[in-house]
């Protein structure tokens, strides 16, 4: 993954990465030199409210007030879940949806609209129009017929329109039409109030049907992330930020928010700490590696086996496939925030989560079931008094009287052991989902090394370890933040893409390819422009998107390769193949913070306390050390069982194992003893 990132600007120039998560909001703050972390509570009511708090305490690591940070940052990113919590919640506008006549039920496909998660059939219509295979036109629209489907949706209560009509990708003209009609008969006030969002804008897809589910979704989620995303921005600037907001995309680089496409970032989070992860693991020489995001709400999953991360080019939504690439990751409800309960006597541990509000029941925030948190508390593997360095007390007595009651009596025995058999299945969960993402690679999970992130995957990762056989577990300084440490990989980056369906060998494919390339980086450099970047600070690559029976391939032109020799070397690579898209990738490479590395020198870590731990469901609660990792200079070791607190996670080295701090200062816990003989 090699990458020419500019170097970041000193003298007091700095780089802040935010992600918004559904129980935290991480910061990842940098001036190229020194890098802090900051977490705060999301504020689900208001996604500003905790975007500007998170960066307050990223500007006071620096010393300064936040109009005197921002006025000297080079890049704000922003990752966030706002359009995931639209999604899951439900709670997106009534979206009207305009197709061809006859496909009203089907949505070009052979299911029916009876069955879509979140559109109502009743707001779908029909209009006249055609446009063919081969993209000529067959006959227009009626405005007056376009007119009255727009009216009647309105009426119905629809919010926002989606056009999707048949072969756009060919030519997107019809679209443009209906959208001038309304244009062109109502004024602002009245139905121009109303957005329409228009398929071919969305995605190039070159299917009917997944290009209209992702126009749909991109309409369900625009309204709050829109307005979300442009307050934060508008508030940022207020404070002094010059340069745009990029947001994050889940395809694994970032835009400003006017060149950012709702569905683009959805699981933009995670989606990035893989390939935060990538970068880290090319760095420490790495091949094969695992990660293991857990954080309040949820577990990431990600098989790394290379230098880039594999991508998705078709994601399957809310049981809807649409056509916006996105990182690879496997998620499942296993967070610090999954609810632990009795399901017909027998405890089940999520993947309903408490979130941020109200939270674990230890937060004292109103929560009244038992979550995965709780549990460690009770088990003595974190501090009431220290939890994220003092700034939060934790209630354990809530804790207690909440997992007796709902839990203890049910299952007849004592409140710790009711604990320990919530970590117990919440580990089980976590280490079957990892198990079952490295068994299918092939390889030896012996050859893998788990990278333990998120708020609460060093607490559990030698757990996930010892169920996978993996031997290698790595967490990091800034762990707990490490989603946006990923954001702050990104470059800015533009895809921009022409739908073809013909031979690469057939007459007149040579003269498309150079015509959509010209136009393609036309409009390109003006979008760059519009972000601050051009000439130099910009590169390009061009690739041809060959497909031969269901197989496709991506080739990309060498440097000023004439379009005529790469299609040639296409005919060779792939034989028999269609041209399926022509591929314009811009990037302005951005300032990234790579970790120095001092020499280590052994030394065994001093414990500052001793507390009763409770390992598993199998053995009693032992005394056992617990180290500052502040304290831990590189090459400092402690041997399980221990507990290595730091201000915003906590390490579990369990028994059988070994944690050493590197010379980059990540957290090395490595396997001394076979699970069985460790406990």
Request: proline share 5%; aromatic share 4%.
């Amino acid at each position: 993954m090699s990458r020419a990132a500019a170097p970041i600007a000193k003298s007091g120039r700095y780089t802040a990465d935010i992600d918004v998560g559904g129980t935290f909001t991480d910061g990842f703050f940098t001036d190229g030199d020194v890098a802090h972390r900051a977490k705060v509570l999301t504020t689900p009511h208001d996604l500003t409210e905790c975007f500007v708090g998170c960066l307050t305490r990223g500007a006071a690591a620096f010393d300064h007030d936040l109009s005197g940070f921002l006025g000297q940052t080079q890049v704000v990113r922003l990752s966030t879940t706002l359009g995931t919590n639209t999604l899951l919640q439900r709670r997106g506008p009534k979206v009207g949806l305009l197709v061809n006549a006859g496909a009203e039920r089907s949505l070009y496909a052979d299911g029916v609209v009876d069955d879509h998660p979140f559109l109502d059939p009743a707001m779908v219509r029909g209009i006249d129009g055609e446009i063919d295979a081969d993209g000529r036109v067959v006959s227009t629209p009626s405005a007056e017929l376009v007119l009255t489907a727009v009216r009647e949706l309105v009426a119905l209560g629809a919010r926002i329109i989606a056009v999707s009509l048949r072969n756009s990708w060919r030519d997107p003209t019809h679209e443009r039409v209906v959208r001038g009609f309304v244009r062109e008969r109502y004024p602002v006030h009245y139905l121009r109030s109303v957005p329409l969002q228009l398929a071919h804008e969305v995605t190039a897809s070159d299917e009917d049907h997944t290009r209209t589910n992702t126009v749909l979704l991109n309409a369900y989620l625009h309204g709050d992330l829109s307005r979300g995303l442009y307050r934060a921005e508008d508030l940022a600037r207020s404070h002094g930020m010059r340069r745009p907001l990029l947001v994050v995309h889940a395809a694994g680089g970032s835009a400003r928010v006017a060149k950012t496409v709702a569905v683009q970032t959805l699981s933009s989070g995670p989606a990035v700490a893989v390939r935060g992860a990538a970068v880290t693991a090319e760095q420490l020489g790495l091949t094969h590696v695992v990660t293991a995001d857990m954080g309040g709400t949820s577990l990431d999953v990600a098989v790394l086996d290379g230098t880039e991360p594999a991508v998705v080019q078709d994601p399957v939504v809310a049981g809807m496939r649409i056509a916006v690439p996105v990182i690879s990751t496997e998620s499942i409800g296993a967070g610090g925030g999954s609810i632990a309960k009795l399901v017909d006597g027998r405890l089940v541990v999520g993947p309903e989560s408490a979130g941020s509000t109200p939270g674990p029941v230890c937060y004292g925030k109103g929560g009244q079931r038992p979550t995965v948190t709780d549990a460690n508390l009770l088990l003595g593997l974190l501090d009431a008094e220290g939890f994220l360095g003092g700034r939060m007390r934790l209630d354990a007595g809530r804790a207690h009287t909440v997992v007796e009651r709902r839990l203890a009596k049910e299952l007849d025995v004592d409140v710790q052991t009711a604990a320990a058999m919530v970590r117990a299945e919440v580990n089980a969960a976590m280490g079957n989902e990892v198990h079952a993402r490295v068994a299918a690679t092939g390889v030896d999970a012996d050859a893998y090394t788990l990278f333990a992130f998120g708020g609460g995957g060093p607490l559990h990762g030698c757990d996930i370890a010892e169920q996978v056989g993996i031997r290698r577990v790595i967490g990091f300084p800034h762990g707990s933040v490490f989603s946006a440490f990923g954001s702050s990989t990104v470059d800015v980056w533009h895809r921009y893409s022409r739908t073809a369906s013909m031979s690469i060998c057939d007459a007149g494919t040579g003269s498309f390819v150079h015509d959509a390339m010209v136009s393609l980086r036309t409009q390109g450099d003006l979008d760059m422009r519009g972000e601050g970047f051009a000439g130099p600070a910009v590169t390009a690559a061009q690739s041809l998107v060959l497909e031969r029976g269901g197989v496709r391939r991506e080739l990309v032109l060498k440097h000023d390769e004439p379009v005529e020799q790469a299609l040639h070397r296409a005919a060779e690579l792939l034989e028999g193949a269609q041209l399926r898209e022509v591929v314009v990738d811009l990037r302005a490479p951005m300032p990234t913070w790579t970790p120095v590395e001092v020499e280590t020198r052994p030394s065994r870590a001093e414990p500052h306390a001793v507390r009763d731990v409770r390992w598993s469901v199998d053995t009693p609660a032992v005394p056992t050390p617990i180290v500052r990792l502040e304290d831990m200079a590189p090459g400092c070791t402690a041997e399980g069982p221990a507990v290595i607190d730091t201000v915003d996670t906590v390490y579990a080295v369990n028994p059988g194992w070994v944690a050493s701090v590197t010379a980059a200062g990540n957290v090395l816990m490595e396997r001394t003893a076979p699970a069985a003989e460790a406990s």
